[in-house]
């Protein structure tokens, strides 16, 4: 008992320090900072109350760090921009100072305040909200992060190229792997491509360089023909359960026919399929792994046109940019004309149009079936096109190329070189505005061409061109990837536009919400495969870095039980919604046989479902106590801060 | 009658995986709403015992609004521990004279930016008819 009261007589003389930010002028033009400082001088245990530009940033951090160093402060505040943004830079500062990074509670003054409010109501709200951090602060308490012993192993969901770099350098850094793919084929999209822009590199040397070291290597095991039919567990510590099975009767028949026509062997490259490591499973198998973390690496689907869509599907003359790659990657093997043919049938001319499936706009494009529209840039498609267009008028210099396009992203580093070498090659331009996309309609006039394409030019001052064509190729964008059962299963973050949503694209690039899942590659978003292979590698050193050491800490956000409170009454094992979590156990209370709640913190998962039913409040959860929400109310409500006048 | 900042709050508590980021994303999409609205993070509104929403009506708190992660809720079952918990706190509301309206629980995600602002526009719509916590009790008698 003498401890609990030198417990609460500490917390009534906790040292609170109020850092408020800037964040430039993203704080401070709407709100008047030094008027909030000014204010939070009034809050109870307040001691200390400094302002910075960007508190996040060195000498922001410094601020805090020294106050810590030289015990002026012993809780922290820090008005800011969201918590999830700039917490863990703020706990850590307080660490490096010496002390407890638990001791730290935020207000939410930017994207709650600055961001939605103006003038001094922005003002009073703001010290409000520091007010409110403030007394949730005094009683914090000084926490330890739990050590759980993680499994040294990574499962890599997906085999395309992200799949592949993922997995090797896990591997080659000491870590087990499993890498799961649902197809019979490593190498994904990038093993149908043809050659890789802009260093023009044979796709065939590039998964096979990846896939042989992958099959090669005694750390991976790969699973083809799988998925994943159940999830539980935690970073560290997650259990899934795979199921092999034979492919359903017509998936992935054209690469089991190109396999078999180009009598290679398993863990060979087929051109247009990828490698299979092992054959077709005949019968339905289980494997159960336990895995420490999980990259997901399941890739993009290319769009598929509607039926009619610059005559897609109504006119075989009409094909996606996948389809010519395909067409011309076959061709080559036969050998190359100086004319294009597709299917014995010359190409005099091509038209190839840009953001067929991206870009859309409300009210100018017609939704998907489920409502949707593709409003992002694809942003490989321009690079892709004009690469294939080039190698269209280098290898076939009798067939004349058309682009029809509406903006030119051709962003990465060596790729404007692939927009002067089409340019060079003699391709011509035509520019058109999204509510007046080229015209694709059936030839009837004279000549032999099956097509004719108009549009309204922009590069000519909206001059009217038509001309007659034999192909027209659709530079089709990337979708995400149908994973909707892992999404479902893993509660995984979906964002607006259906890519898998990162938790900051700067700060936390490859993570999620959920510790221990990272994103590899087009998943998140249309990438190249060079940004692909990037972001696959950025997984790779963040798993490793979670599993480095063979543990990980978790926050110790758990349920406490205050035994000089409990009474025994057992509510709380019965609110309890996790198994096993909570129990009634037997102790020694003052030389007496009692029955007292006890957390099992491995378990418990801190909801609090036992917090709300026990009479005495003699549980609660650390760092979440009901009277920290109670406290807060109270200064949310008070007007000892700020003069009643504002009201 | 424009509510001020210090005058009629609105109470939310918006859980940490859902809900706040939907706060949040509300802020980053710059979209304005009242400023008597305040955000408390929360891990999961599973934790308030009945009198925690009954306190804060006789504080002052003129409306409040669980914004939860529905059946989202990553702690399988505290949603439905919930929503038995806010018909238990309804029927104490309607014992004290409080019109049950001023407490509103709803699902929020974490992009769900034009949800926030309905909700936030409802409620003030309503505190606004309403008055302070009490005053409909007063007007009925």
Known sequence: ?647 | MALQENQAKILILATEDCAYPGANAVGQAHMSYPENTYVLRVRAPVMFPEHFYLDCFKKGIYGIIIMSCGVECPYEGAYQALAARVDKVYAMMREEGLDPRRLRLTGVCTVCTKAFVKEVNQMNQLISELGPPGAESKKAA
């Open chain 1, 1 to 647: 008992m003498a401890d609990d009261n030198k417990d609460k007589k500490a917390t009534s003389e906790q040292k609170v320090g109020v850092y408020v930010c800037h964040c430039g002028g993203n704080i401070s033009d709407h709100v008047a900072v030094e008027e909030v400082c000014k204010n939070a001088e009034k809050i109870p245990g307040v001691v200390k109350v400094q302002n910075d530009v960007f508190m996040c940033s060195d000498p922001g951090q410094e601020l805090i760090m020294e106050d810590i160093k030289n015990g002026t402060v012993d809780r922290v505040v820090v008005a800011s921009c969201a918590p999830d943004l700039h917490s863990s830079t703020f706990r850590n500062a307080i660490q490096r100072a010496g002390g407890n990074p638990y001791i730290y509670e935020h207000a939410n003054i930017r994207e709650q305040v600055s961001w939605v409010h103006h003038g001094d109501q922005a003002t009073n709200k703001a010290t409000r909200l520091v007010a409110a951090a403030a007394a949730k602060a005094r009683e914090l308490q000084p926490l330890e992060p739990f050590k759980v012993d993680a499994k040294r192993h990574v499962t890599v969901i997906g085999g395309g190229i992200a799949g592949l770099k993922s997995a090797l350098d896990l591997a080659r850094k000491g870590l087990d792997v499993a890498l799961i793919d649902k197809s019979p084929f490593l190498g994904g999209w990038t093993a149908k491509w043809d050659r890789a822009f802009p260093t023009d590199d044979p796709v065939s040397e590039l998964v096979t360089a990846l896939a042989g070291e992958v099959l090669n290597s005694e750390k991976i095991t790969v699973y083809t023909c799988s998925r994943i039919t159940a999830f539980e567990g935690f970073i560290g510590n997650f259990k899934l359960t795979l199921t092999q099975a034979p492919p359903e009767s017509d998936a992935y028949e054209d690469e089991i026919k190109r396999l078999s026509d180009s009598g290679k062997g398993f863990g060979e490259f087929v051109p247009l399929a990828g490698i299979c490591p092992a054959g077709i499973p005949e019968t339905t198998t289980t494997h159960d792994i336990e895995t420490g973390a999980i990259v997901l690496a399941t890739g993009f689907l290319p769009y598929a046109p509607r039926y009619g869509e610059y005559r897609y599907g109504e006119s075989k003359e009409v094909i996606t940019l996948p389809e010519l790659i395909r067409i011309m990657a076959e061709n080559r093997q036969k050998g190359v004309g100086d004319t294009l043919e597709i299917n014995d049938r010359k190409i005099r001319s091509v038209a190839m149009i840009h953001c067929v499936g991206s870009r859309q706009i409300p009210g100018i494009h017609e939704p998907d079936a489920k409502g949707n529209l593709n409003e992002y840039c694809s942003r490989t498609c321009c690079s892709a096109t004009l690469h294939a267009a080039s190698m269209i008028r280098n290898n076939h210099p009798k067939t004349r190329v058309f682009d029809f396009y509406r903006d030119i992203r051709t962003y990465g580093r060596g790729q404007e070189e692939l927009y002067e070498e089409a340019s060079d090659s003699k391709v011509v331009f035509f520019r058109f505005e999204a509510d007046a996309p080229p015209e694709v309609t059936r030839n009837t006039g004279s000549g032999d061409f099956p097509l004719n394409i108009k549009v309204k030019d922009t590069l000519t001052f909206d001059e009217e061109l038509e001309m007659p064509v034999d192909l027209v190729v659709l530079a089709v964008g990337m979708e995400p990837g149908n994973i909707s059962d892992l999404v479902e299963m893993m509660k995984l973050p979906v964002g607006v536009d259906g890519f898998l949503q990162e938790v900051h694209p700067k700060l936390r690039p490859v993570e999620i919400a959920q510790s221990g899942v990272l994103l590899a590659g087009t998943c998140q978003a249309p990438f190249d495969m060079g940004e692909t292979c990037s972001a696959a590698s950025g997984a790779a050193a963040k798993a490793s870095a979670i599993l480095g050491k063979g543990y990980v800490e978790l926050d110790p956000f758990v349920a406490e039980v205050d035994l000089n409170k409990c009474l025994g009454t057992g509510t709380c094992v019965n609110a309890c919604i996790v198994e096993g979590a909570l129990s009634l156990v037997e102790m020694d209370v003052d030389g007496e046989k009692v029955k007292r709640a006890q957390v099992n913190p491995a378990l418990c998962t801190g909801c609090g479902a036992c917090v709300a039913v026990c009479p005495e409040n003699a549980i609660n959860v650390k760092g979440w106590t009901l009277k920290q929400y109670e406290d807060m109310v109270d200064m949310i409500v008070s007007d000892r801060i700020l003069p009643s006048q504002t009201a």
